[in-house]
């Protein structure tokens, strides 16, 4: 690729094409890990969710003994799904709603109505490799990936200053984007569009002059500085939270941006973090889901998060409608690849990943 300023974006297909989606789902998100959201959301034992990655269902569970499993969530008879898409229930076994099938919490089948299955027949749930990272759980459905902490790398050492495993949800926010999953990266991964996009962000946070990280492992990231007359991101600067303890001088007036493919985002501002993770719907369809970490403190102190909430999320409408816009464009068959412009260097790196 051409160094940023002279190399080109992608073609429109790169966004349109449901061939292309499908090669990407293989390439990247079923073979290799995909954060899967907080492990805490599955707080106690019978928990058990329907997740999707990138269209394939995996079925989180947590066991008697408090241990997280992940199982493909396909039922052994004739493959309905154990717990629906997107659904998270409570029950002291996995159970299939369609001929009530039963297994226990850790996969094996238990029960099978009327029926005896064949001897020796593995009739087990197919587990899926999972493993957890500063609170988030990951699975890898290839099961053969690098190790998950060879792909975090050092954001392990870079987050660290935060606790993120420490930290605790305190909002939530689904949007359904009509883009396709790559704009939402690219568009997270520079900062050149804030000042006609972002007046709020723009008034809070400078635009330009930060720095990309040299990173280890498969993440990538960069840095702004917080204006002078801003603490945090907050629609006028200021907020409830406390700065984190452990950050430095540096860290505590910046705005760090982490994209760890194919489709985490974690934000770390002063006083909290902002996650967004992407889950790939259709060639032009992107779901995402925002969530907002705060110190388990500030949570029992009952501080009311509205100052992050209000911000990211005006933040994330005024970031959607610009990707939508852009997958419109796209797909008009009048789109060109421009130049990508020097400001888009961590876009230019993602691209070059691909
Ligand atoms: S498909 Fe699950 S019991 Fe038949
Ligand atoms: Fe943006």
Not at 70 to 78: D, L, S
Not at 127 to 151: E, T, Y
Not at 259 to 266: K, N, Q, S, Y
Not at 314 to 340: F, H, K, M
Request: with cysteine; charged share 20%; glycine share 10%.
């Amino acid at each position: 690729m051409q160094p940023p300023g002279r190399a080109r974006g992608l073609p429109a297909e790169a966004y349109t094409s449901d061939r292309v989606l499908a090669w990407e789902r293989e390439r990247f998100w079923r073979r290799g890990w995909v954060c899967l959201g907080r492990a805490d959301r599955l707080a106690g034992p019978g928990e058990q969710a329907g997740l999707d990655v990138a269209g394939a269902g995996v079925l989180v569970v947590r066991d008697a003994s408090g241990q997280l499993r992940a199982f493909r969530n396909a039922c052994r008879h004739r493959g309905h799904e154990l717990v629906e898409r997107g659904c998270t229930v409570r029950r002291p076994t996995v159970w299939c709603a369609y001929h009530a099938w039963v297994y226990r919490l850790d996969g094996t089948l238990r029960h099978a109505p009327r029926f005896d299955p064949p001897p020796g027949a593995d009739l087990d749930l197919l587990p899926v490799r999972s493993a957890q990272w500063a609170g988030w759980l990951f699975a890898d459905l290839s099961g053969d990936a690098p190790p998950l902490a060879d792909v975090v790398g050092d954001l392990d050492a870079a987050l660290a200053p935060y606790r993120p495993g420490e930290l605790r949800v305190v909002a939530t926010e689904g949007y359904d984007v009509a883009a396709n999953w790559k704009l939402l990266v690219e568009n997270y991964l520079e900062c050149y569009h804030c000042p006609s996009t972002h007046p709020e962000l723009s008034r809070v946070q400078r635009t330009e002059g930060g720095e990309s990280f040299a990173a280890t492992g498969g993440w990538l990231g960069g840095q702004l500085d917080l204006r002078n007359s801003a603490a945090t991101m907050s629609l006028d600067g200021t907020g409830p939270g406390s700065v984190f303890p452990g950050l430095d001088p540096d860290a505590a007036r910046q705005v760090r941006y982490h994209l760890l493919p194919p489709g985490l985002f974690v934000t770390a501002t002063p006083d909290h973090l902002v996650t967004h993770r992407l889950v790939p719907v259709a060639a032009d369809r992107t779901r995402v889901e925002c969530e907002w970490l705060l110190p388990a403190e500030l949570v029992a102190a009952r501080i009311d998060p509205g100052w992050a909430v209000d911000f990211w999320h005006t933040t994330n409408r005024q970031d959607w409608a610009a990707c939508e816009s852009v997958q419109r464009g796209i797909s008009g068959g009048g789109y060109r690849p421009g130049p990508l412009a020097p400001q888009e260097d961590l876009l230019h790196a993602f691209l070059g990943r691909l």
